[in-house]
């Protein structure tokens, strides 16, 4: 028991781009499309082909559809722009943005796009996307429930959070106002930790992944019994008490 608590953050896994990519896409909502006829917001009309092809579902008479008209064959027509937006309430909420640049086709009563290029850019910057990798690569099976999560996780158990802050380097919390949860994957839980100048973020990985929401229930379960048996950050909870006061 000792020396698997011991190892407990020993598994630093973390989602490869290309799945990273995946997920954004298969969360997203909304995107917003530039082609020839200009830039338009979309909300609710797309959805992906399991190798990651995006289908828009527009009216006939739209812009876009007298672009993909009258593209040339084989030349790039648009850029579609996807953000990742945190669900739950923190500065900087837009954790990544992802393009896809490419060109559509008609296809079914849709619109059907084909990258040729796709870029993913995150806090530590921006990456081209093998586009063999993006087709091949499958979302984090918690991508579509990751937003129900992390609200119900910030707003029905701030408790369980606080704990989770005992798993954080004492460095990590110095000047720390608020922590809030900002993403969860089948490899670990991300806390964002905002100062009064400033912000960073701060990684928990589980002790091996989760394919599911139960196994995710389970991992985080692991993740409180060690945050119950470590020091309590008692400088965050000063502020915090302070700052409530």
Known sequence: MGDRMGDRHTWTAAPAAAERARSVLAAAWSCAV??????????????????GRVLLHVPDDST?????VCAPRGEPSAVLEFADVAPVPVRNRIRARLWMAGRFVLADG????RPSR????EASGALVVDLDEFA????????????SLL???????????????RL???E?????????????????????IERARGNGDVRLSFHSPADDVSQLTERMHVLLTQASSANCPRALQRQRTDGDG
């Not at 091949?136 to 990751?146: G, H, Q, R, S």
Request: glycine share 8%; aromatic share 2%.
């Open 34 to 51: 530039t082609a020839e006829g200009g830039r338009e917001e979309l909300v609710g009309a797309h959805t992906v082909t399991a190798d």
């Open 136 to 147: 091949d690569a499958v979302p984090d099976p918690l991508a579509t429930a990751e937003a």
């Open 64 to 68: 876009l559809t007298a672009a993909t």
């Open 110 to 113: 849709h619109l059907e796009f």
């Open 172 to 192: 990590g919390l110095h000047g720390a106002v608020r922590v809030q949860p900002l993403a969860v994957d089948r490899h670990g839980l991300t806390l964002r």
């Open 151 to 165: 609200t119900h996780l910030a707003d029905a158990h701030p408790d369980a959070v606080e704990r989770l802050t």
């Open 118 to 121: 796709v870029v993913l850019r």
């Open 168 to 170: 954080v380097e004492p």
